[in-house]
């Protein structure tokens, strides 16, 4: 069973940056989409960046991108998501998101929560203007 923690929330001002931390146990052999969404009240979850484990390119959201990086420590089973430069529209839940996969790329389908399986508890982001 694949289970995912992350860690690395916290509040900061705007302009600010975190790095977010999210812990793969149970890992198998195989390919996953990884994944960061976040979810403020009242609102979506939205997919935040995407990466297909078995590749090194990520893709982010409009609203990140140039201000976020997602990267993986496949040595630790770790993904990150530095956030930098943060504004007080970032501040919402974080989540981490896999699912595995048995093609070599993660389409489109992977924008939308309902595509992955495992999810982790969530880190609370908080961004004060």
């Known amino acids: 069973q694949v289970q995912l923690v992350e860690s690395g929330g916290g509040s900061v001002q705007a302009g600010g940056s975190l790095r977010l931390s999210c812990t793969v146990y149970g890992y198998t052999s195989g390919r996953y989409c990884m994944a960061w969404f976040r979810q403020a009240p009242g609102k979506k979850r939205e997919v935040v960046a995407l990466?297909?484990?078995?590749?090194?390119?990520?893709y982010y959201a409009d609203s990140v991108k140039g201000r976020f990086t997602f990267s993986q420590d496949n040595a630790k089973n770790t993904l990150y998501l530095q956030m930098n430069s943060l504004k007080p529209e970032d501040a919402a839940m974080y989540y981490c998101a896999a699912d595995p996969v048995g093609v070599g790329y993660c389409g489109s389908a992977y924008l939308r929560p309902e595509e992955y399986d495992y999810w982790g508890q969530g880190t609370q982001v908080t961004v004060s203007s």
């Open positions: 990466i297909y484990t078995g590749g090194d390119s990520a």
